[in-house]
């Protein structure tokens, strides 16, 4: 690749990770001072802080991992450095989309409207059980990431260069389709936590149509609150998905094209694709949120007045 082509690249990668900083930094800072100010913090404030906190290490980890690409291209040929990189990797993309599925959850307890038992017991117990949840994920990642730091000193990457000369030892090729088969395992556990926010996404449509019924059967053409509410929490959820799937196809691009040669375009254009998911569902989330939306017109209004 030119020059050039890198410096573009760059630069919108550069964009792309600036505008998730300040979505995700906005997010956290709003809460932790309305914690601060009140000696407490709601759940969905929690929440929210939790998955801003660990989109800005996303963003960080990535933004890092195509600097070091396209600068230090020899940092690669070491698999220690490889390594330790897809761990923090790994550990913040699980983070990031368990904590993302937890908000699906919990938009969907606390808006949905059934009747079930189960459903109303877990409705009335999950305040108190967000921390202990958002703990387990933050364990649950840790240890599901552990498996991609194995054999540090391994060179998965002088061997893949290796190839264009002479053909791999068996040592290099059982060792690289470990790798390889280790890291599509780690990408296809993600689809756990996406199946369930897609599940609370169809149950809150379910919701809402019962719901929409009961309405037009007493005040025809109105729109109450839980309406709204119903909207507003689906628009976030479904952002979640759609952004997620474009993620997980560029997360698996960057990762598998690791492993074949002259990928370096690949591993950048999935990189840059990966950046757009913890950049821009963190704006959505800011206009669904009225607390937060509000706070952020409230920073427009003072950067205008001071322009």
């Not at 082509?5 to 630069?11: N, P």
């Not at 387990?136 to 498996?147: H, K, M, T, Y």
């Not at 569902?281 to 322009?307: G, T």
């Amino acid at each position: 690749m030119s020059s050039e082509g890198q410096s573009i690249l760059m630069l919108i990668a550069a964009g792309e990770f600036s505008l998730g900083i300040l979505g995700n930094a906005f997010i956290g800072l709003v809460n932790c001072v309305d914690w601060i100010k009140h000696k407490k913090i709601a759940s969905i404030d929690l929440i929210l802080t939790s998955l801003a906190i660990s989109r800005i290490s996303l963003l960080c980890i990535i933004l890092l991992d195509c600097y070091i690409l396209v600068l230090y291209p020899d940092v690669y040929t070491g698999g220690k450095q490889m390594r330790i990189i897809d761990y923090f990797w790994t550990l913040t993309n699980h983070l990031s989309v368990w904590f993302a599925t937890c908000l699906s959850i919990f938009y969907f307890l606390k808006i949905a409207n059934f009747f079930h038992p189960f459903f109303l017991w877990m409705k009335w117990r999950i305040d108190s059980a967000i921390p202990r949840i958002l703990l387990g994920c933050l364990v649950f990642s840790v240890f599901i990431s552990l498996p991609v730091i194995n054999n540090l000193d391994d060179d998965f990457r002088h061997c893949v260069k290796m190839k264009l000369k002479t053909n791999l030892s068996r040592r290099c090729r059982v060792h690289k389709a470990q790798h390889a088969s280790i890291k599509i395992r780690l990408n296809l556990l993600t689809l756990l936590p996406f199946s369930v926010s897609l599940i609370s996404f169809l149950l809150l449509i379910l919701s809402l149509c019962r719901h929409t019924r009961r309405m037009q059967l007493r005040a025809p053409g109105s729109r109450d609150p839980s309406t709204e509410a119903h909207m507003s929490a689906m628009k976030a959820v479904i952002s979640f998905l759609l952004l997620f799937i474009a993620y997980y196809l560029a997360y698996l691009v960057a990762t598998s094209s690791y492993f074949m040669p002259e990928t370096e375009l690949a591993v950048i254009v999935g990189e840059l694709i990966a950046l757009i998911c913890p950049s821009s569902h963190s704006l959505f989330l800011i206009l669904e949120n009225k607390k937060l939306r509000q706070a952020s017109l409230r920073v427009l209004w003072k950067v205008k007045c001071i322009l």
